[in-house]
């Protein structure tokens, strides 16, 4: 079976962490997302993928390709025009699916634990008609809710629920749908929901009930749940051969530690933690509670990192707090920078997004840090924080004063 | 009801014999044991205990030969000991042999062969088939014609699986009523009561219908008629998927499932015979005293029918629990006892509904399974016609049958003029509308229901409240909690709080209000008034209700189309789905709960 990815979303919800690149390509535990998606996808037995992107993305393309694995499906790649819909996406790929045969459909910004599609296409197999993956989440008012009869035949699908309706499942963003859907979603003009519910009308629709974890990355705080999510999973630590741990280092839980790391004496990593290739941690550094150094950072001494997401290339200076923080790629953060991660008056910190505050619905979340920033010495960071990309911060309470 | 297998190969066949026991485990689990046949010698182990721990102790891993059969057993015949564990030998130990059903015929049959020499190691009636095959053959000498003979004179139903070292490439198998197949592998071919003994192995399956014999080679398959020996000819059938996950029709549990089909039984259980619901209306009516009975969650139903009765007809009926039922029960000709049961075969009430006949009680039964025991044993029965029901909790048949309780009720209240016929239309209107209220609540709640669940997996003690009616709502509810997750919930009725639960609350205390609508003031005002109590000692308070919320909840749920009689019902749906939310994040094993058993036919 043939598939359909769609990455192209600006992420504009995501910034400052996709200022340079897409969402899709956020890492995590070592790889983009969707890395992560496909390897899924190959693992069902779906060898062919056709990956839809936005055309501001295309050097995603060449980084993407060095990455090609047995594990991976072949890619096709498409690009649609920006700034339209999901639908708008599928079409772009229209002449990669036979109107005849089925395809599957999948959002490219969602994470599951192992593995929804495995379940979608057990669905599919048992009935043999049109699927859509289907889950509950805490909030439902950014999905599709969908209304199911007793033989699972979704009866209906709401765009915008209202507070009564929010309590339902909600569309995965995971479908199997036949070949000639996208004929419907033509005459719909792309709109998604519209050829959804046009198709339910006509032909039938059947949910596939997905009861493991589902995450939608869309906020930036997403990226801290999907990165949890991943390693809550592991049950066993995994060490290259080629790193060097200095006497008096203490590991403990599952951490995964891969080649070319060097740990300094003194310091403390509690798993689940995830350690990059080439990475530096220093002396008396603390890493602990879902904690992941991208490939080639350097944490130095005394730092104390804790749930965060710090990516490839990165250096956090001594004696510095990260928590429940996302740190970009290549991002140098001065000696005693302190992320706090929690208010004063207990409440849940609200982040900044697109120009409205929105409750993430944390008490602990940190600073959200875009790709090249650099940030000088001696700073403190209040919850909910954002540094966009290539941002500048001098160093504060210098001496000589500056002019 | 037991599970079957038997592989015949060319390779050690232990380790996947092992695994299919495992996959059977859940048509039988008191015990289990193997036959192999190893150079010319069955070698049989067998114990009491679950499948792994039998496997464990007898090391069936390390048993060696290329043809085999095994059981996992659920005891009908014979109490669960060793020896009545199958697979049985004859006392030559040149057959082995395994079965699935009951023979009706085996004391006669027992008798007859210890008079022909025979001893017998146990009490079940499948250790008879054993020795009657040893003498069938011992006459014919042809193990195929022994087993047609021997198939001949037994009575009641049977699926059975023979070795023997006289065909040590041959396993044989038949059927009379009881389920069995046969899987085609490469070099292997299987044989098994049902799917999940040899999915591991492969999809190509051919059915065995009744009256068929088939004799197995590790290459060939040959099924022939029991009566006459002629062959029959059938092609494999090719099983794409797991035929459960299609039964499921995609539900990830049948419990799930099962809660959603709940509009549809609700529609089902009110289509009943007019004729039925007046004659049964008429013996309410003249009786003097009437027992509403059922145990577990029937007890449950009892109770709240308990409550529509006194509401509706203004007469008390009696609800107890089967179990203690002649222990405290008054019984005489004047008295009526309607008995609650999915199954119909439920020993305790089956046991209380004799022991008020034996004393001239009239007796009635609302059951959803068709042909069952109780059927036969009372007077007068409506069927509740909620389909099967699979899953080992009661969810739809206990609201079908709350439904049923409550149509009675109705009836019975117009009849005695304890309702005007304004008010009964009212309340019949009311009932229509419950299917789309209860179908708007499973689909306007679940995922509200789940973050509560998620949120309150830690607790693991429950106190589960109600008032008036609400209270058997709460106890059902919190017997659900129980059966699914292992997590202590207790039931009671708000009043008991002040006088001794309340000494339970502490710190992150889960407590469950089901809370009357606000305009049952009283009962409301009550309620909340324990909510209070419990929140001011730092317990954790969910509530599940009616119209504006509170702001004494940790968590709520308010439902705003109800009406007060139907009320208590949509609170029930509540309690499942916490239930069933709660399993599904403690990854319990939610349509098969430990020890515990769909319909309990013992004591």
Request: proline share 4%; aromatic share 8%; hydrophobic share 40%.
């Amino acid at each position: 079976m043939k598939s359909i990815v769609l990455t192209a979303g600006q992420g504009t919800r995501l910034e400052p962490l996709t200022d340079c690149h897409p969402k899709a390509m956020i890492t995590i535990c070592g790889q983009p997302l969707l890395a992560r998606l496909l390897t899924s996808f190959s693992r069902i037995g779906c060898h062919e993928t056709a990956v839809v992107i936005n055309p501001r993305h295309r050097s995603m393309v060449n980084r993407f390709d060095r990455l090609v694995s047995p594990a991976l499906p072949s890619i096709t790649w498409f690009e649609q025009t920006e700034g339209l819909g999901v639908g708008n996406g599928v079409l772009a790929a229209r002449t990669y699916i036979d109107t005849g045969e089925y395809f599957m459909l999948s959002y490219g910004d969602i994470m599951f634990s192992d593995n929804l599609l495995q379940s979608l296409l057990n669905s599919f197999n048992s009935i043999r008609k049109p699927v859509a993956a289907v889950c509950l989440t805490r909030d439902s008012s950014d999905f599709g809710v969908i209304y199911m009869d007793q033989e699972m035949r979704i009866t209906e699908i709401i765009e915008k629920p209202q507070q009564r309706k929010l309590g339902n499942y909600v569309l995965a963003g995971a479908f199997i749908l036949p070949g000639g859907f996208i004929s419907v979603l033509a005459d719909c003009g792309g709109n998604i929901i519209d050829a959804f519910t046009k198709f339910l009308h006509s032909s039938e629709l059947y949910a596939s009930i997905w009861e493991g974890e589902w995450i939608d990355i869309a906020y930036p705080w997403s990226v801290l749940a999907a990165n949890q999510m991943l390693m809550r999973e592991w049950h066993q630590t995994i060490q290259s051969t080629s790193i060097v741990i200095e006497s008096g280092v203490n590991i403990s839980g599952p951490v995964v530690i891969e080649d070319h790391v060097t740990i300094k004496s003194g310091a403390s990593i509690i798993g689940p933690c995830f350690i990059g290739q080439n990475s530096f941690i220093g002396h008396h550094a603390l890493l602990r509670d879902c904690t992941c150094i991208g490939a080639g950072s350097t944490i130095g001494f005394g730092v104390e990192v804790k749930n965060s997401v710090i990516m490839a290339g990165s250096e956090i200076g001594r004696l510095s707090f990260i928590g429940d923080s996302v740190i970009g790629e290549h991002v140098e953060v001065g000696s005693a920078t302190i992320m706090v991660n929690v208010r004063m008056d207990q409440a849940t910190v609200s982040v900044d997004i697109c120009g409205e505050p929105i409750d993430s619905g944390l008490k602990k979340l940190g600073s959200f840090i875009g790709d090249h920033a650099w940030i000088g010495a001696n700073h403190t960071f209040l919850p909910g924080t954002k540094i966009p990309a290539h941002h500048v911060i001098p160093h504060f309470g210098t001496y000589p004063p500056r002019q | 009801m037991c599970g079957i297998v038997g592989i015949i190969g060319s390779s050690r066949i232990s380790p996947r014999l092992i695994q299919s026991l495992l996959n059977l485990e859940y048509r039988g689990y008191d015990s289990c044991g193997l036959a192999i046949l190893n150079n010319g010698v069955i070698d049989v182990r067998k114990d009491t205990g679950p499948v792994h721990q039998v496997a464990e102790q007898l090391r069936f891993s390390e048993m060696d030969g290329c043809a085999g059969i095994g059981h996992t057993r659920w005891a009908t015949t014979g109490t669960v000991t060793r020896a009545n564990a199958h697979p049985h030998l004859d006392n030559s130990g040149e057959f082995a042999l395994v079965h699935n059903g009951i023979i009706a015929n085996y004391r006669a049959l027992r008798q007859k062969l210890q008079h022909a020499g025979h001893r017998f190691l146990s009490e079940t009636d499948t250790e008879v088939l054993v020795h009657l095959l040893a003498h069938k053959y011992a006459e014919t000498g042809i193990l195929d014609e022994a087993i047609r003979r021997m198939c001949r004179e037994l009575e009641g139903t049977f699926a059975l699986a023979v070795i023997s070292n006289h065909e040590p490439d041959r396993i044989f198998a038949a059927r009379h009523e009881s389920p069995l197949i046969v899987g085609i592998g490469t070099g292997e071919n299987y044989i098994g009561s049902d799917f999940n003994a040899i999915l591991d192995y492969t999809r190509n399956v051919i059915p065995i219908h009744d009256g068929e014999l088939v004799i197995l080679s590790r290459d060939s398959v040959s099924i022939r008629r029991l009566d006459t020996g002629e062959k029959i000819q059938r092609e494999f059938v090719k099983l794409n998927w797991d035929p459960e996950l299609s039964q499921k029709g995609g539900y990830p549990h049948y419990m799930l499932k099962e809660i959603h089909e709940q509009p549809n039984t609700v529609e089902a259980a009110l289509t009943m015979d007019p004729e039925k619901l007046e004659a049964m209306c008429i013996k309410i009516q003249n009786a003097r005293r009437v027992y509403l009975i059922g145990v577990g969650t029937t007890f449950y139903v009892a109770l709240t029918a308990q409550y529509y009765f006194r509401r509706l007809t203004g007469r008390h009926c009696i609800a107890l629990s089967s179990d203690e039922f002649e222990h405290v029960a008054e019984v005489d000709e004047h008295t009526l006892v309607i008995a609650f049961s999915q199954s119909g075969e439920t020993y305790d009430t089956l046991h209380a509904l004799r022991y008020a006949k034996n004393a001239g009680s009239h007796t009635a039964a609302i059951i959803n399974v068709l042909g069952s025991s109780m059927v036969h044993e009372v007077e007068m029965v409506i069927m509740q016609q909620s389909g099967p029901e699979i899953c080992v909790l009661s969810t739809k048949a206990a609201i079908a049958q709350i439904v049923i309780a409550l149509r009675l009720a109705l009836e019975v209240g117009k009849a005695t003029g304890e309702l005007s016929t304004h008010a009964f239309n009212d309340h019949l209107e009311q009932l229509n509308k419950l299917s789309t209220r209860v179908r708007r609540v499973i689909n306007e709640t679940k995922g509200f229901v789940n973050t509560i669940a998620r949120e309150t997996k830690k607790i693991r003690n429950w106190l589960f409240i109600g008032r008036g009616i609400y209270s058997a709502v709460a106890m059902e509810s919190a017997l659900k909690m129980k059966e699914v997750t292992y997590h202590h919930a207790e039931g009671i009725p708000g009043g008991f709080m002040k006088h001794g639960t309340i000494a339970l609350i502490e710190d992150g205390f889960g407590s469950i209000f089901f809370l009357p609508p606000q305009s049952e003031a009283n009962l409301y005002h009550h309620s909340i008034a324990n909510a209070e109590e419990i929140k001011s000692r730092h317990g954790f308070i969910v509530g599940f209700g009616f119209g504006e919320p509170s702001d004494l909840f940790d968590h709520q749920i308010r439902l705003d189309d109800y009406d007060p009689l139907t009320a208590p019902i949509l609170l029930l749906v509540l309690g499942q789905l916490f239930s069933y939310y709660s399993a599904v994040v403690l990854k319990r094993n939610v349509d098969r709960p430990r020890s515990l058993a769909k319909s309990v036919t013992v004591a």
